[in-house]
């Protein structure tokens, strides 16, 4: 069915608003929303459950109106003070505070990955069939299943192609994707 009851909603706000809002803050509200949007078109449609909806409802409300704003912000000032560093270097030709912003930038990156990597499929938006799935089948945590093929995880017992979307899914929440595959099957 995939999706549809809305009149996708969630891709027309997203398209209309995404990149428009001249805020950080703003911009990563209204794609976290379009995130429950989207969870709540599937809803509605019948692709998925509504546990999966009230699951990304709930991590909405509680990042967006319990979460530490301060926090939040302090972030968003600290991208947009590392970017304005960025062009003030590069306009008096300072290449090497921007290696070292670069390299520090890709130190941030990769704990974050490993942040995420070690994960507890209990603290991710999963389906309960495909979590528990992925728990018979011996895995526990996000970096255990991210480096698997989509052609692997079928194999696993339990995991069908909604098993898949549903593992794409959650995986694009955090920015990652499952390795691609060639024709021959292998990774590319």
């Known amino acids: 069915m995939s999706g549809g009851s809305y009149n996708y909603i969630c891709n027309t706000l997203e398209d209309e608003c995404s990149g428009n809002m001249y805020d950080a803050e703003m911009e990563e509200l209204i794609t976290d929303l379009c995130h429950v949007l989207h969870e709540l078109e599937w809803w509605q449609s019948g692709d998925c459950g509504e546990e999966r909806y009230r699951d990304s409802l709930w991590k909405f409300k509680k990042k967006w109106f319990q979460g530490d704003r301060d926090k939040r912000l302090k972030r968003y000032i600290d991208e947009q003070t590392a970017l304005v560093r960025k062009q003030l270097y590069q306009l008096i030709g300072a290449e090497s505070e921007d290696k070292e912003t670069e390299e520090n930038a890709e130190k941030e990156r990769i704990a974050?990955?490993?942040?995420?990597?070690?994960?507890?499929?209990?603290?991710?938006?999963?389906l309960t069939k495909t979590?528990?799935?992925l728990l018979r089948n011996g895995f526990k945590t996000v970096g255990q299943i991210r480096t698997l093929s989509s052609r692997q995880i079928l194999g696993l017992r339990g995991i069908g192609q909604q098993g898949i979307n549903d593992i794409k899914n959650m995986l694009a929440q955090y920015g990652m994707e499952l390795p691609k595959q060639d024709f021959g099957g292998a990774r590319v």
Do not use: P
């Open 112 to 126: 974050e990955e490993n942040r995420i990597d070690s994960l507890s499929l209990y603290e991710v938006n999963l």
């Open 131 to 133: 979590r528990y799935a």
